[in-house]
């Protein structure tokens, strides 16, 4: 006797009582704000005004932080900081990645562990740490330098030198979490392959270069834009450790938003560079997964 599975769907109100929870979350606190910003963008008043007391004036807010020199470097300076993070973090993890897969079990779960842990402290802790580290007197940093005969580096304070100790900081926190995500995708690889390749003579590079990176696309795709949005949103390591200085070399524009809301109270302009920051976040975002689509 032949039993046939019966096909089953679920009911529309039933379909509906699951994803309203979900959906009204995602709706309460993420729809929700971006509309609101972007309806302030539009308006002018201060932070201390009722939106009923909020003049209207378009566009203007847009072409006013545009017009300002500050907010150019601010968005400038995001760029360069999101791209050293990619160019840096994006190999290492790939490396990494492909180190720990050909671990034994017990040392891939302990390094792959140690490589987390970084990113699970709160940024703000590690940037007063980093802070100390970085001291330009008193910092372990400057000091191991010193017992190699190297000056002293004012790793904070130089124009040169601090966009440069925010991406190490970054790299230091974050890059076990994209490792994680690297090995990840690795384990789906089928071994079949390598073995399949090693019979027919294929080096380790020629494994790597043909069957790993082309299988490890998606992976490297999620990487790519997580990394992406996460440094151009960069915000806790400015404002505890260099406030944009020295002359405006760590200014970006979440930092911006900030001083021009709170500091300034200018809410519609505030508002418009959020929504500057989201337009280039989500255009960066869709052509790097058109990028990776067509690789």
Same mark, same amino acid.
């Given at each position: 006797?032949?039993? @046939?599975?019966?096909?089953?769907?679920?009911?529309?109100i039933?379909?509906?009582?699951f994803?309203?929870?979900?959906l009204?979350?995602?709706?309460?606190?993420?729809?929700?704000?971006?509309?609101?910003?972007?309806?302030i963008s539009?308006?002018?008043?201060?932070m201390?005004?009722?939106?009923s007391q909020?003049q209207?004036?378009?566009?203007?807010n847009y072409?006013?932080?545009?017009?300002?020199?500050?907010?150019r470097t601010?968005l400038i300076?995001?760029?360069?900081?999101?791209?050293a993070n990619?160019v840096i973090?994006?190999?290492?993890?790939?490396?990494?990645?492909m180190?720990?897969?050909q671990?034994s079990?017990r040392?891939?779960?302990?390094l792959?562990?140690?490589?987390?842990l970084?990113?699970?402290?709160?940024?703000?802790?590690?940037a007063?740490?980093w802070g100390?580290?970085?001291?330009p007197q008193?910092?372990?940093?400057?000091?191991?330098?010193?017992?190699?005969?190297?000056?002293?580096q004012?790793?904070?304070?130089?124009i040169?030198?601090?966009?440069i100790s925010?991406?190490?900081?970054?790299v230091?926190?974050?890059?076990g979490?994209y490792?994680?995500i690297?090995v990840a995708?690795?384990t789906e690889?089928?071994?079949?392959?390598?073995e399949?390749?090693?019979i027919?003579?294929?080096?380790?590079?020629?494994q790597q270069?043909?069957i790993?990176?082309?299988?490890?696309?998606r992976?490297l795709?999620?990487v790519f834009?997580?990394?992406?949005?996460?440094?151009?949103?960069i915000?806790?390591?400015?404002?505890?450790?260099?406030q944009?200085?020295?002359?405006?070399?760590?200014?970006?524009v979440?930092?911006?938003m900030?001083?021009?809301?709170?500091?300034?109270? @200018?809410a519609?302009l505030a508002?418009?560079m959020?929504?500057?920051?989201?337009?280039?976040?989500l255009?960066l975002?869709?052509?790097?997964?058109?990028?990776?689509?067509s690789?």
């Amino acid at each position: 006797m032949q039993i @046939q599975a019966r096909k089953t769907s679920a009911h529309p109100i039933a379909t509906a009582g699951f994803l309203t929870p979900g959906l009204g979350l995602l709706a309460l606190f993420v729809v929700v704000p971006i509309l609101l910003t972007a309806w302030i963008s539009l308006h002018s008043g201060s932070m201390a005004m009722s939106y009923s007391q909020l003049q209207w004036v378009g566009l203007h807010n847009y072409t006013i932080i545009f017009q300002q020199s500050t907010f150019r470097t601010a968005l400038i300076n995001v760029f360069l900081y999101s791209a050293a993070n990619i160019v840096i973090i994006l190999p290492l993890a790939v490396l990494l990645g492909m180190f720990l897969q050909q671990t034994s079990i017990r040392a891939k779960n302990v390094l792959r562990t140690v490589l987390f842990l970084p990113y699970m402290i709160p940024t703000v802790a590690v940037a007063i740490v980093w802070g100390y580290l970085y001291e330009p007197q008193y910092g372990p940093i400057n000091q191991i330098l010193g017992w190699v005969h190297i000056p002293a580096q004012d790793w904070l304070g130089s124009i040169n030198e601090a966009m440069i100790s925010l991406v190490i900081l970054n790299v230091w926190q974050t890059l076990g979490y994209y490792v994680v995500i690297v090995v990840a995708g690795l384990t789906e690889i089928p071994q079949e392959y390598y073995e399949a390749a090693s019979i027919d003579g294929a080096s380790w590079f020629q494994q790597q270069l043909y069957i790993t990176l082309p299988l490890l696309n998606r992976s490297l795709a999620f990487v790519f834009v997580i990394l992406t949005i996460n440094t151009l949103q960069i915000f806790d390591p400015v404002y505890v450790l260099t406030q944009g200085s020295p002359v405006n070399s760590t200014d970006v524009v979440a930092y911006q938003m900030y001083v021009t809301a709170f500091n300034y109270g @200018q809410a519609g302009l505030a508002s418009a560079m959020a929504m500057v920051l989201l337009a280039v976040i989500l255009l960066l975002s869709l052509a790097q997964l058109r990028l990776f689509r067509s690789i």
